[in-house]
């Protein structure tokens, strides 16, 4: 992402257009929504724990100010995701996981100080949900359903530190999506693939309060998103999906050779009707149309705890939790075959070596708990019960100059 030249970072327009275009990769990582449980492997490590706690070139993603915190480095990551998921329709349980894929998720971080107080930087992660039924599936008339939202989002930073111990940070986000349906046609809806592209802002602050304590908040706003036309009569508003527009505030606190922190953050999920409209048996309107069927998303609560222990001057260990209210509606799981994200509790486990010269790796591993949201409303949302679990594991390379 970026080439180290004459002693300063270059941003290189190809590799930013690789990542965005996000070809190699295949996303289903649903935690919270479409949003994994935390950006950065060491966050990952923590239950996603960022807002006060900045630790490499992915804090940009969450709270842009604390880039003014962590110097100059790169950090390239991958995680790795392993899903079991589908509905139970009509008392059968339809595994919506059958092509039993490892999901690849990549993640990139570039901060360049531009003095002693303000940095420039360039965050990228992934998002997305997705299921893969067998052939012979048949979920009340969805013949074969699949589907599979991925989301590339860059987050072009600037932050400055407006005194010894406080910072303000801006972000620019780039967003690029892609949407794959499969199965709708069979009851006279629009299948295939569309993408689109916008952007969005994210602001954020940090205070280190005193020399243990820190606060962090972050706001970002809706992503704005151009129109997938192919889907103007299944998504609701004509084609709109917007990632909706987050909030949240953090505190840290390092005492000694042990670190503990918090997040609280909400999602606004039922602001973008694509998400938050209700499903088949409740909404007004047709498909497509803006008071037309949805997911039946409910706005989330994301509570997210961790913590460190610098075991040796060398290793770090990281533990965390992570938990969010339930995002399905019981009164919407016919739509929820599509996008199952009935999961939401998480324990994690993570830890960093050191290797000298600014050199570390850093690992993590998330297991998502099975959920599933038994359906108990009109026609077939009565009748299907969306279920969901994960395990995480993912790496990375930090290099700090």
């Not at 998400?275 to 309107?285: E, F, K, L, S, W």
Request: overall charge negative.
């Amino acid at each position: 992402m970026g080439a180290f030249i004459s002693g300063r970072w270059r941003f290189s327009g190809i590799a930013t257009t690789l990542l965005l275009a996000g070809a190699p990769c295949h996303f289903a990582q649903a935690t919270q929504g479409t949003f994994p449980h935390g950006y950065g492997v060491k966050s990952e490590g923590m239950g996603g724990v960022v807002l006060a706690l900045p630790q490499d070139a992915l804090v940009g993603a969450s709270n842009p100010a604390g880039m003014a915190w962590v110097g100059d480095r790169v950090d390239a990551g991958v995680a790795f995701l392993k899903v079991d998921n589908g509905v139970e329709f009509a008392g059968n349980t339809i595994s919506g996981s059958a092509d039993n894929d490892l999901y690849i998720i990549p993640q990139l971080g570039v901060n360049h100080m531009l003095d002693e107080v303000s940095s420039v930087g360039l965050s990228v992660v992934g998002n997305g949900v997705g299921t893969d039924y067998s052939r012979e599936s048949n979920v009340g008339g969805l013949q074969s359903p699949g589907s599979t939202l991925q989301q590339m989002v860059a987050t072009l930073s600037y932050a400055r530190k407006i005194s010894e111990r406080h910072s303000l940070g801006v972000g620019l986000l780039l967003i690029r999506q892609q949407l794959d349906i499969d199965g709708t046609s069979s009851i006279g809806l629009p299948e295939g693939s569309d993408e689109s592209y916008g952007g969005g802002l994210r602001v954020g602050y940090l205070a280190r309060i005193t020399d243990e304590l820190s606060f962090g908040a972050s706001y970002a706003t809706r992503g704005y998103m151009s129109k997938m036309k192919h889907f103007d009569k299944l998504l609701a508003e004509g084609g709109g999906l917007d990632m909706p527009s987050t909030y949240g505030v953090g505190l840290s606190y390092k005492r000694g050779d042990w670190t503990l922190a918090a997040d609280l953050q909400k999602i606004l999920w039922s602001d973008v009707k694509a998400y938050g409209n209700p499903g088949v048996g409740r909404a007004t309107g047709a498909p497509g149309e803006s008071d037309g069927p949805g997911f039946g998303w409910r706005d989330q609560t994301v509570y997210r705890v961790g913590v460190a222990y610098e075991a040796t001057r060398d290793l770090t260990l990281r533990v965390g939790y992570n938990d969010a209210n339930q995002l399905l509606d019981s009164r919407d799981g016919y739509l929820g075959t599509l996008a199952p994200a009935a999961n939401h509790r998480h324990v994690t486990l993570g830890t960093t070596y050191r290797l000298g010269g600014g050199n570390e790796v850093s690992f993590a591993y998330a297991r998502s708990f099975m959920d599933k949201v038994n359906g108990d409303g009109q026609g077939p949302d009565a009748v299907s019960s969306p279920y969901m679990s994960q395990h995480w594991f993912s790496l990375s390379y930090g290099l700090a100059f």
